[in-house]
């Protein structure tokens, strides 16, 4: 689905529904790919849909909403690292300032950006050079997948601190990605909810994975059906347990 140009989305929403009461829940191998810029409020309720559709066929509509969830935190983090990128090459280096050289400077013009004119600028110049995100949604047998992939690498610094983020390096930087870090803008806290919602739903230690290539991107998780199970089987005695009447 490219989202990148204006789409009916309420007939792509209705050919999705009339396509998902066919599907039963032995229907596990599809794979859903949407293309965008940016996670617009219509667009997220649109994605939103199509998840609880999809997933409401495989009885794992109770998961729906924390699964959107980490996908569009995931999604907005992209767009803003595709957004930083363009503010650099297009206003900030003309000016003398990168994200190498001085990173707070540059975070502080780019937060002035936001406040300002929001994701308007940043939004045309990612529609003028054509620097998209892709979701990926992703059923099979033995697992779900979800991925988000920019169509560029990120900043050093900015990989540098994700990777520590995820514990998956011991490097010492600071950036949007970090929890203490005044220039933030949620990131860290978001990246804390995806890690903590994804714990509770698998066995594995680092649910969340990030896979760096020469010209791009790619991060997401892959969740085990067994585990899901498990998960679903919690909530439901849990909230069990929350209308037990108290003795």
């Known amino acids: 689905i490219d989202l990148r140009e204006e789409q009916p989305l309420d007939e792509i929403n209705r050919e999705v529904e009339k396509a998902s009461t066919k599907m039963s829940i032995r ?3 599809w794979r859903v790919s949407i293309r965008l810029y940016d996670m617009e409020p219509k667009i997220g309720e649109f994605i939103k849909n199509i998840i609880r559709l999809l997933l409401s066929r495989q009885n794992l509509t109770i998961l729906s909403d924390e699964l959107f969830f980490c ?7 992209a767009s803003k690292a595709n957004y930083k990128l363009l503010f650099e090459r297009f206003v900030t280096r003309p000016r003398g300032v990168n994200q190498e050289k001085d990173y707070f ?13 929001g994701n308007e600028r940043l939004l045309a110049l990612a529609r003028q050079h054509d620097r998209f995100i892709t979701l990926t949604f992703q059923s099979s047998r033995d697992s779900i997948e979800m991925w988000v992939t920019n ?6 610094i900015e990989k540098q601190a994700l990777l520590k983020k995820l514990g998956m390096g011991g ?17 860290g806290f978001g990246l804390n909810m995806i890690l903590s919602i994804l714990k509770s739903l698998t066995s594995e230690q680092r649910p969340l994975q990030v896979v760096f290539y020469p010209e ?7 969740l085990s059906r067994n585990d899901l199970r498990e ?6 005695a849990a909230a069990g347990n929350a209308g037990e009447p108290a003795e």
């Open 27 to 29: 229907d596990l191998e």
């Open 71 to 77: 996908l569009k935190e995931l999604a907005t983090n």
């Open 105 to 117: 400077h540059f975070l502080n013009l780019f937060r002035e950006e936001i406040d300002e004119y």
């Open 151 to 156: 169509t560029e690498n990120i900043s050093t």
């Open 171 to 187: 490097f010492r930087s600071e950036s949007s990605f970090e929890t203490d870090d005044d220039y933030a803008e949620g990131a």
């Open 216 to 222: 791009f991107i790619k991060i997401g998780f892959e």
């Open 231 to 236: 998960a679903i089987e919690r909530k439901e």
